[in-house]
């Protein structure tokens, strides 16, 4: 399975910018059986979680991007979206996406993640 994240770049502070994660060679059942997140590592930082999507497509939200950005997920595609508006400087990052299970270990192996960055 391949992680291929897309749609990341650069933009203005106050900008948007929608990121879609597809899980390439991926077993449908075994995409749909798994929560998704959206995950993001600044330079010298490590990796946090963005947002978590239930198996069902509730999303829950770290305080980091709350109010600002909207996750979905669409189960025929394998694919993860993550709408972003209102971009800040501090959320340059390399974005990626994943598979997670509630005792937190990951479904496959990261893939390259979508660089974003926001210039002010």
């Known amino acids: 399975v391949q992680l291929q994240a897309s749609g990341g770049g650069l933009v203005q502070a106050g900008g948007s910018l929608r990121l879609r994660c597809v899980a390439s060679g991926a077993i449908t059942s075994v995409f749909n059986a798994n929560h998704m997140g959206w995950y993001r590592q600044a330079p010298g930082k490590e990796r946090e979680l963005v947002v978590g999507i239930s198996r069902g497509g509730d999303a829950n939200y770290a305080d980091s991007m709350k109010g600002r950005v909207t996750a979905s997920r669409d189960n025929s595609k394998k694919t993860v979206y993550l709408q972003m508006n209102s971009l800040k400087p501090e959320d340059t990052a390399v974005y990626y996406c994943?598979?997670?299970?509630?005792?937190?270990?990951?479904?496959?192996?990261w893939g390259q993640g979508t660089q974003v960055t926001v210039s002010s």
């Open positions: 994943n598979g997670y299970s509630t005792i937190g270990t990951f479904a496959w192996d």
